[in-house]
C-alpha cells in the first residue's frame, strides 16, 4: 500500500509532538470507515469527542492518531494542542506539496453532481483525487486535500457553506486553478437573507484564484454580471461561460431524455459535438457544460471528458434511479432525490420526474418534503411549486411538513392524495396508492426525513435480498 503520509512529514505539518517511524496510507476521521494504515485525526465537537474512539482505531488497524491530549494508546500518537486545527494544517501541506491540477466547485444545488462528472471526465486522462460524499466544509475540504496523493494529476474539491465568510477560508486552502460556480439560487436563504447575500459569499470563490485562475460561471444566470464583476475584482483575468445564451462559451443548444438519462447537444468555439450522459435531467445537462469548461481550462481533452458522461450514474439520495418490484407482481420507478431540496434543485427534479414516462396505466408520482432554511419567504416558495407539478403532467403529490401544507392549499384538483405532518405519516397512504407502472419521485430537505419513505417503498426488495442470501 502506498504512502501518503510519514510520520515525519505530519509531525512537521502539524507542529505536533510523538515518537516513531510510521508511514500512512491515509487519513480519517471516522472509525467506521477507516481502513487499515490510515492515520486517525481525532476530532472533538459539541455533542462527541473522536478521543473515544482512538483505541478502536487502532484495533481497526490505524497507523496513528492525532490527538490534543495524551492517551494509553496501542499505536504511535502526534499531539498537538487543536486537531481540527491540525487536520487543516495538514490540508494546507497536502496541497502545497502536490502538482495536480487543482478545480473547486461551489453553487446553489448541483455541487455534488458536477463534482463527480469532473472526477470522471479527468480520470479518463489521468490520476484524479476528488472530494467523497459531500466533504464540502470547514473539516471535510481540510480532510479532502489531506488525502490528495502527490502524484494525482487532477483535483476536484466541492465547496459548501450556510453562512457568509465560509467558503473564502476554505478556497484560500485549496487555491484551484479554476473555480466553477454551478448557478446561485435560493439555498440557505435564512441565513443569508436574501439572493444577493448568497451570490456574494458564493463569489467568496474567487479569493483562492490566482490572477492565471479561470472562472467558471453560469452565463444564463441573472447574477452573470455580479459574478464577473467579483471575479475581476478578486483578480481573475479569465472567465468561461456556460449555459443557453447566445454569448455562452460552452452553448447548450438541445437536450433530449434517453431511457438512463439525456443526449446532450452543445456548441463550442465553433463546432458542435453531442454525448450521452448517464444523469436524468435537463439540470444535469448544463452541469456538464460547467464540467467541459472546466475541463478545458485544465488542459484536458474535451471529446475524451465528454465521452467519460456515458458511464455516469446518480447517486441515491441525488437522482439515483431503481425499478422496484412489487410483491403482488409488476413494478415501479423510484427516482431517489431524498438527500436535500431547495427551490432550484426541487423544480430540477420535478423536471425530471415529467420527463420520465411511466409504463402502461402507471402514473406520475411526487413525495415531497419540506425545503428548510428558506427564511421569512418559505411560504411562497412552497406555494409557488404548484407551478411546475402542473407544468409537468405529474398526476399524484404526497406531501409531508408543515410548510409543504402550503403547496396542499395550492395544487389543482384531484392532484393532492395526502397531506400528512412528518414523512414517517407517509410510506401507509403512498405503498395502499401504488400501482404497477407507476413513476415516484422522492425529495426534501434533508431535515425533511425523506429517507425513511425510500426505505419503505424497497422494504419488500431489501427483504427478499437478504432471504436469497441467508440472511
Known sequence: MASLWTAEAVRDAVNGQ?????SASGVSIDT????????????SGPNFDAHDFVAEAFSRGAAAAIVSRPLPAEGPLVVVDDTLQALTALGAA???????KIVAVTGSSGKTSTKEMLIAALSAQGKTHGSAASHNNHWGVPLSLARLPQDAAYGVFEVGMNHSGEIRPLSRLIRPQVAVITNIGMAHLEHLGSQDAIAAAKAEIFEGLGTDGTAVL????????????????????TIRSFGTDEAADLRLLDWAASERGGEVHVALEGREMTYHLGLPGRH?????LAVLSAAQALGAEIDLAARAFDQLQAMPGRGARQEVRMPEGGSFTLLDECYNANPLSMAAALGVLGATQPATGGRRIAVLGDMLELGSDSQRFHEELAENVTANSIDLVFLAGPMMSHLAHRLPEGKLACNAETSADLPGPLLQELRPGDVVLVKGSLGSRMRVIVEALTASEADEAKQANGG
Open 32 to 43: 467506521r470507515s477507516l481502513e487499515p494504515g490510515d492515520l486517525f485525526v481525532a476530532l
Open 284 to 288: 444535469q445537462a448544463m452541469n456538464s
Open 218 to 237: 453560469p452565463r444564463d444566470s441573472e447574477y452573470w454580471d455580479f459574478l464577473t464583476k467579483a471575479a475581476r475584482k478578486a483578480g481573475v483575468e
Open 94 to 100: 497536502g496541497r502545497a506539496r502536490a502538482s495536480a
Open 18 to 22: 510523538g515518537e516513531g517511524d510510521w
